[in-house]
């Protein structure tokens, strides 16, 4: 096999079991390494310290194991089993009431640069590496083999995950079988998911939990879900007797599918209102004081260079948000931003507390659900962060 080799006394990250092999830590490698290909990594005195993808960048290799692999069938049916046993133990699967979930989160799985989210009898498949494209016919098996009878088709959604130039030769498109986008359930409501022409895989799976929260919140009160896209907290919303629930996103596709989903369910569209708009902007002009409210923007970040704006785009947003809030109202408020850990959005949420010159408490912590795990020795996996807060 291929191979690269760090510099003295720089696998103590290996060590550790962190999957991430940075460029700066490397001495040498083999001299005809392509993106993408299998690759051992060694320490200084050429010891296998795990196996993984190589990739030219910042991160150069994902480790997938931690001692010497070989690329083959068997290894993608165990991995790719073994994350289906923890949807088990979770309760996800089977379950009736819930037929969507992540089946695959990345570093949380073993599996750094892959995610496969399940929609009924339908996989969709995004690679975020080089060597995980290369490998997808393997993947592809290994699901069928896991899922047996109970999956039908297997969607490549990858041409917008991968890097730029290699992502120009790809297209999305059925690695087998064939499916259509179709209705899922989720705690026994009813969804829309379009996973063809969809953001990410067609649908937020992982604010699951935070829905369910929702909804315990939402009887008779007038709501605002701020950065809607299809409408996932409006449905729990709504179900749950909510007075009035609007919906605001950018995206006149986004607030359709919301609208439609709202009509899927028992509650009808008649108590909910789809709004095409700037979210921030919306804030500004609304002269309307909610009882209840979510704000759960896209990312503001996605590299450290970046985190400084982001931090400040939160603090501007969270701001308008506490200062639109009813006295005794409630804010759900996140971040799906990797590089704002946890303490810093929460001190954000401070500034934008003392900026709106309101009283707030703190009532939920919020994170991500168990098909979204985290390894232990990867920490950057945490990267849904969120807040109940009751404001005075």
């Not at 960048?57 to 070989?70: A, D, H, K, P, T």
């Not at 969809?198 to 799976?205: D, I, R, V």
């Not at 569209?269 to 979210?279: E, F, M, N």
Request: aromatic share 10%; proline share 3%; glycine share 8%.
């Amino acid at each position: 096999m291929k191979w690269i080799r760090l510099k003295a006394n720089r696998e103590a990250s290996v060590l550790r079991f962190h999957p991430w092999v940075f460029s700066g830590a490397v001495d040498t490698s083999s001299e005809d390494l392509q993106d993408g290909d299998w690759v051992v990594v060694q320490n200084a005195k050429g010891k296998a310290l795990g196996t993984g993808h190589f990739q030219a960048g910042s991160i150069y290799v994902r480790l997938l194991s931690f001692s010497l692999q070989e690329n083959t069938q068997e290894f993608w049916d165990a991995k790719i089993s073994q994350a289906l046993q923890v949807r088990r133990q979770s309760g996800l699967f089977p379950n009736a009431q819930t037929d969507c979930f992540r089946l695959v989160h990345g570093e949380g799985d073993g599996l750094p640069g892959l995610i496969i989210d399940l929609y009924g009898d339908t996989a969709v498949m995004q690679c975020h590496s080089i060597g995980m494209h290369r490998d997808r016919q393997l993947i592809r098996q290994a699901l069928q083999t896991a899922l047996g009878g109970t999956l039908k088709a297997v969607y490549d959604k990858s041409a917008e995950t991968l890097p730029t130039q290699y992502a120009s030769t790809v297209k999305n498109g059925y690695l087998w079988g064939k499916s259509e986008p179709r209705t899922v359930k989720e705690n026994g409501l009813t969804f829309f998911v379009d996973w063809e022409s969809g953001q990410k895989t067609g649908f937020f799976l992982d604010q699951r939990d935070n829905r369910a929260l929702l909804a315990s919140f939402s009887k008779d009160k007038t709501v605002l879900n701020a950065f809607s896209y299809t409408g996932g907290f409006s449905v729990y919303a709504l179900e749950a007797g909510a007075k009035k629930v609007d919906s605001v996103d950018i995206s006149p596709r986004a607030i359709e599918l919301a609208g439609q989903n709202a009509g899927l369910n028992t509650s009808g569209p008649s108590r909910h209102l789809g709004i095409i708009g700037d979210v921030l902007l919306y804030l500004k002009q609304a002269d309307v004081l909610y009882d209840l409210m979510v704000i759960d923007p896209p990312a503001f970040a996605k590299s450290l260079d970046k985190r400084h704006n982001a931090i400040q785009g939160y603090k501007r947003l969270n701001a308008l948000a506490i200062k639109k809030i009813a006295p005794g109202g409630i804010l759900f408020t996140f971040s799906c931003s990797q590089v704002v850990d946890r303490q810093i959005f929460h001190d954000t949420i401070v500034a934008a507390a003392i900026e709106a010159g309101r009283q707030v408490r703190v009532l939920h912590t919020l994170s991500q659900p168990a098909d979204h795990p985290v390894s232990i020795f990867h920490p950057e996996g945490a990267y849904l962060k969120g807040l109940v807060l009751f404001v005075e």
